[in-house]
């Protein structure tokens, strides 16, 4: 029998990006949502995570977008301390709309809840975003005084 754990987020996010505006989807763990555009300024992003972080008690967050880079998924980077980043692969995305909707049409708000619904339903088959710090890196290369080198 497989037990899953109590889900470890006060909200569930999907971003879907576009150079103007974000559109952003959130289910609070209470089952409240809210769909919103958001600019791509960074001081509007940063404005949004503040009023997000505030609303969720300091609980953890998991953030799903369609990208693993960018401007928006740097800026997001700089809150891994709260959250949890799930970058999906476009191609994920389309198959899972397709799932529902025949129309291969791609539809923003729609994708925006699509990605929300994915971390929020499937957390244990995506991976959230590590990044990869220069000083585990540096145990990977053989030193030059190590005996293997000699």
Known sequence: MNIRSPFPYQA????????????????????????????????????WLLELRSACAEGKIAIALEQRRGALFYHLCTHLNWI???????????SFRL?????????????????????????????????ESLLSNIFLWPSISSPQSA
């Open 12 to 47: 569930t996010v999907g971003i879907d990006w576009a150079d103007q505006t974000h559109d952003v989807f959130v289910r609070f763990a209470n089952g409240d949502t809210y769909r919103r555009k958001i600019d791509s300024r960074p001081e509007a992003i940063q404005e």
């Open 99 to 131: 799932t529902f909707f025949s129309s291969r049409a791609k539809d923003d708000p729609v994708d925006s809840h699509l990605l929300e619904e994915l971390v929020r339903t499937h957390p244990d088959r995506l991976r959230p975003y590590q990044p």
């Open 84 to 94: 949890d980043l799930y970058p999906i692969n476009p191609h994920s995305l389309a």
